[in-house]
């Protein structure tokens, strides 16, 4: 069993903040790189954060630098992204995805493994 599960989406205004969990279910996240991705309406999915197995960070979206941040909790086998300063262009449904084997984190979205259904983050005032 291979299943990621989002959690933590939902209205919010904007500047105001939001923290996401992808929690694993069947596997241990410790040795896989976790990515964050998004998709906005009508729009391709686009990756945002990634961390890999090592703790190191990579960053596929410019926008949101200096906003989101991307960590782990190996122990609650857990992958959190916070989101902060958030803004109408950030609504989408968020996803986590899985790359085994994660020393390092994926170049593109089609690298990825598994994947959650989506958690939905709606910014408006």
């Known amino acids: 069993q291979l299943q990621l599960v989002e959690s933590g989406g939902g209205l919010v205004q904007p500047g105001g903040s939001l923290r996401l969990s992808c929690t694993a279910s069947?596997?241990?996240?410790?040795?896989?790189?976790i990515g964050w991705f998004r998709q906005a309406p009508g729009k391709e999915r686009e990756g945002v954060l990634c961390?890999?197995?090592?703790?190191?960070?990579?960053t596929y979206a410019d926008s949101v630098k200096g906003r989101f941040t991307i960590s782990r909790d190996n122990a609650k086998n857990t992958v959190y992204l916070q989101m902060n300063s958030l803004k109408p262009e950030d609504t989408a449904v968020y996803y986590c995805?899985?790359?085994?084997?994660?020393?390092?984190?994926?170049?593109?979205?089609?690298?990825?493994?598994?994947w959650g259904q989506g958690t939905q983050v709606t910014v408006s005032s």
């Open positions: 069947g596997f241990t996240l410790d040795y896989y790189a």
């Open positions: 961390i890999n197995s090592g703790g190191g960070i990579k």
């Open positions: 995805a899985a790359r085994n084997l994660g020393i390092w984190c994926p170049g593109r979205v089609a690298d990825f493994g598994s």
